[in-house]
């Protein structure tokens, strides 16, 4: 996503203290659990939709996390998005992940110090996505790189 959008990277580099914040974009804009199924339980409506005990309902949390009665243009990568938090890729509810707060913050430290020591880093060939509908990823993403020269 940084390397699409270097004006975002940029304004990471001059802001350090936005990796947080920008992490949960890219889970928003890019989330990596795309569908989840649940059952329902008892007797409910979703959408105007009847759903009786036992029926599956699947979920687009990707779809979700693109939900214009959410994010202001949700199409729009942008690190600095206010709400970016709201996303649903940790799911929610008694389904929210539990490492989610260590994900996000091992996550915004990698990222931190691997663009702090990669300045120039961008992905340099076709990179490969996962074969899988559910769980989003990349088998190859080749990149390359030039080191800090240190002072």
Not at 33 to 40: H, K, N
Not at 131 to 151: D, I, K, N, S, Y
Request: glycine share 10%; hydrophobic share 40%; with cysteine.
């Amino acid at each position: 996503m940084l390397d699409g959008h270097p004006d975002q990277l940029r304004w990471l580099q001059e802001n350090p203290d936005g990796w947080g914040n920008a992490v949960d974009e890219v889970l928003r804009h890019q989330s990596p659990v795309q569908l989840t199924l649940r059952i329902a339980l008892r007797e409910t409506e979703v959408a105007g939709k009847r759903f009786l005990p036992g029926h599956g309902i699947l979920l687009y949390l990707g779809g979700a996390n693109r939900d214009p009665a959410v994010f202001t243009d949700p199409g729009a990568f942008d690190v600095t998005r206010p709400n970016a938090d709201q996303h649903l890729a940790f799911s929610a509810g008694v389904h929210f992940c539990l490492g989610a707060s260590l994900a996000r913050l091992e996550t915004a430290v990698a990222l931190r110090t691997l663009y702090e020591r990669h300045p120039g880093l961008h992905v340099a060939g076709r990179p490969e996505r996962r074969e899988t509908r559910v769980l989003r990823g990349f088998e190859r993403l080749p990149v390359r790189t030039t080191a800090r020269v240190a002072a």
